[in-house]
């Protein structure tokens, strides 16, 4: 019964980020999420450009 009460405490206690906090997050995500794609562009064009070259 007691672990049971320790562990309904906990459950109260957990509160939410602020909203600042929240947004940094999402917009670290993002920043993540960019520099992922954009480092798979840029590895496909020198990839494409390494190609072209060999042919000729």
């Given at each position: 019964?007691?672990?049971?009460?320790w562990?309904?405490?906990l459950?109260?206690?957990?509160?939410?980020?602020?909203?600042?906090?929240?947004?940094?997050?999402?917009?670290?995500?993002a920043?993540?999420?960019?520099?992922?794609?954009?480092?798979?562009?840029?590895?496909?064009?020198?990839?494409?450009?390494?190609?072209?070259?060999?042919?000729?």
């Amino acid at each position: 019964m007691i672990i049971w009460y320790w562990l309904k405490l906990l459950k109260l206690k957990k509160k939410r980020g602020s909203p600042i906090l929240e947004e940094i997050l999402l917009i670290g995500i993002a920043v993540v999420i960019f520099a992922i794609i954009f480092g798979v562009i840029l590895s496909l064009i020198d990839w494409t450009k390494v190609a072209i070259e060999d042919l000729f």
